[in-house]
């Protein structure tokens, strides 16, 4: 668990917003290397990390995909020294007065969101959380020296540290869906030295949060035999519903619906019972909002599951998820591709259900 913990705090502590995934892809790259015979970025940005079967060739492959981008923030206005912004990725405006964070200017400048006082803000608002129109970046400094470094399109990120609460609990910002980075890297890290037939490809996708072209790209280059998207799903707590929340901490979350394949689900669903692995069923009646979303409808169509961690205070800087859910997600997936043989397509019966 430490090791998880580890590097799950490294990885939240590092900038990578949607479309601008470039620093934490190097550390994610680094965590790879060593697990992987062939690593790579797309003409996209998204990481691509290949591990070799044993199987004889041509080969079946699957695909891990976990997106790496991160919701944030960019500059839209500079005025009298104080930042104007929008968001990049769904984000609460609720949440953000007094959030901590750094802006990417010409140098890095620690600031916080603030918000005018009510008194000053429109009779209509006063009892109301205040739009993201209304808030602003103070960073601090003189308007001379703001004009000088900051520019309109400069990202912003959260800056909160992470925290570790409880006995395996990390609270942060950017947790989704760095902790399924972590579970998928972990996975790879379980898989070092065991003999597998299928290859593997570790992906870390861009543009999540956005765009879905990290896996729509991705999945149309390396046309897999089937796909798992690995994320982040509601995690259940008091004062939210319970019908639109997973158990928090008692496993990962597999997903049922028209994003996923059915049998997949089941080949998936098998094995964690055999192994004993706490898990949950999520239904999906649309699509999912994950990278499946994309991977599913790739080329001619890819069999795709969606694997899904719970997590608390989604798409706000204080996330909280437990460290003992992203590993038993990590031994899940090492032990499903290690189950891949020669007729596991044949099982999925692609050609009765067209």
């Known amino acids: 668990m430490n ?32 697990y992987t015979d062939e690593i790579h970025v797309s003409r996209m940005g998204s990481l691509h990390g290949l591990r070799h079967g044993t199987g004889t060739q041509p080969r079946n492959s699957i695909l891990l995909a976990a997106h790496m981008d991160a919701i944030g923030l960019m500059v839209t206005g500079v005025v009298e020294g104080y930042l104007r912004l929008t968001e990049i990725g769904g984000i609460d405006p609720r949440v953000l007065p007094g959030t901590a964070v750094t802006v990417h200017g010409r140098q890095e400048l620690k600031g916080v969101i603030v918000s005018p006082n009510r008194n000053l803000l429109p009779d209509v608002l006063e009892s109301k959380a205040v739009p993201l129109e209304y808030l602003l970046v103070d960073v601090g400094m003189p308007p001379e020296f703001v004009n000088e470094n900051i520019r309109v399109g400069d990202l912003i990120s959260f ?10 609990l990390l609270l942060g910002h950017s947790l989704d869906n760095r902790a399924s980075i972590a579970a998928l890297s972990g996975s790879l890290s379980l898989l070092d030295g065991r003999q597998c037939e299928w290859d593997v490809w570790a ?40 019908h639109k929340t997973c158990a928090f901490g008692e496993g990962p979350v597999l997903g049922w619906g028209p994003n996923i394949h059915q049998e997949l689900h089941k080949a998936m669903k098998r094995l964690a019972e055999e192994l004993e692995i706490p898990h949950e069923m999520e239904p999906l009646p649309r699509h999912s909002g994950t990278d499946a979303y994309a991977m599913q409808v790739t080329a001619s169509g890819i069999p795709t599951m969606v694997v899904s961690i719970p997590l608390r205070y989604m798409h706000t800087p204080v996330e909280l998820v437990s460290v003992r859910d992203i590993e038993r997600c990590s031994r899940l997936l090492a032990e499903f591709i290690c189950s891949l043989d020669g007729e596991f397509m044949e099982k999925l019966a692609l050609d009765k259900e067209l």
């Open 159 to 168: 800056d909160q540290p992470p925290v570790s609460v409880g006995k395996d």
């Open 203 to 242: 992906v870390a996708t861009v543009q999540e949060e956005e765009t879905f072209a990290g896996a729509y790209t991705s999945a149309f280059k390396l046309r897999p035999s089937i796909a798992v998207a690995i994320d982040v799903t509601h995690g259940a707590g008091p004062g939210v519903p319970e």
């Open 3 to 34: 090791d998880t913990l580890s590097f799950l705090k490294n990885i939240i502590s590092i900038s990578g917003l949607s479309g601008y995934e470039a620093p934490v892809r190097e550390k994610i790259r680094s965590a790879w290397e060593p």
